[in-house]
């Protein structure tokens, strides 16, 4: 009974490394279509693309994301708005958008 709890909990470790793994290259992809945005102009366009393409779906499903419309036209905007992932995931990114939103309101 212990190994199967021991090899259960395993194969959900590495299904979630997987996961993180994938949502890696998730990252990287955006970050490639700001930079095309950046240089010539047409990131949405590249990462909608790559999200409708059979390997961007595949890729999406890995990291636990549903590779529907709404989720092509969410990569779409984040793309547009230009803010490299790096800098969107920080912290003082976040508070800044927070203190921002506090202000409008």
Same mark, same amino acid.
Not at 5 to 17: I, K, M, S, Y
């Given at each position: 009974? $212990?190994?199967? %709890? *021991?090899? $259960?909990?395993?194969?959900? &470790?590495?299904? #979630?490394?997987?996961? +993180?793994?994938?949502?890696? %290259?998730?990252?990287?992809?955006?970050?490639?279509? /700001?930079? *095309?945005?950046? +240089?010539?102009? #047409?990131?949405?366009?590249? /990462?909608?693309?790559?999200?409708?393409?059979?390997?961007?779906?595949?890729?999406?499903?890995?990291?636990? /994301? *549903?590779? #529907? &419309?709404? %989720? %092509?036209?969410?990569?779409?905007?984040?793309?547009? +708005?230009?803010?490299? $992932?790096?800098?969107?995931?920080?912290? &003082? &990114?976040?508070?800044?958008?927070?203190?921002?939103?506090?202000?409008?309101?």
């Amino acid at each position: 009974m $212990t190994d199967f %709890v *021991d090899g $259960t909990a395993f194969n959900h &470790e590495q299904g #979630n490394r997987a996961r +993180k793994l994938f949502a890696a %290259v998730v990252l990287a992809a955006l970050d490639d279509a /700001i930079a *095309d945005d950046k +240089k010539y102009g #047409n990131g949405p366009e590249q /990462i909608a693309r790559w999200a409708r393409s059979r390997d961007g779906r595949e890729v999406l499903s890995c990291a636990g /994301i *549903d590779p #529907n &419309e709404r %989720v %092509v036209s969410g990569l779409m905007e984040f793309v547009s +708005k230009g803010v490299r $992932t790096s800098v969107a995931l920080s912290r &003082e &990114e976040s508070e800044r958008r927070n203190a921002a939103q506090a202000e409008a309101a």
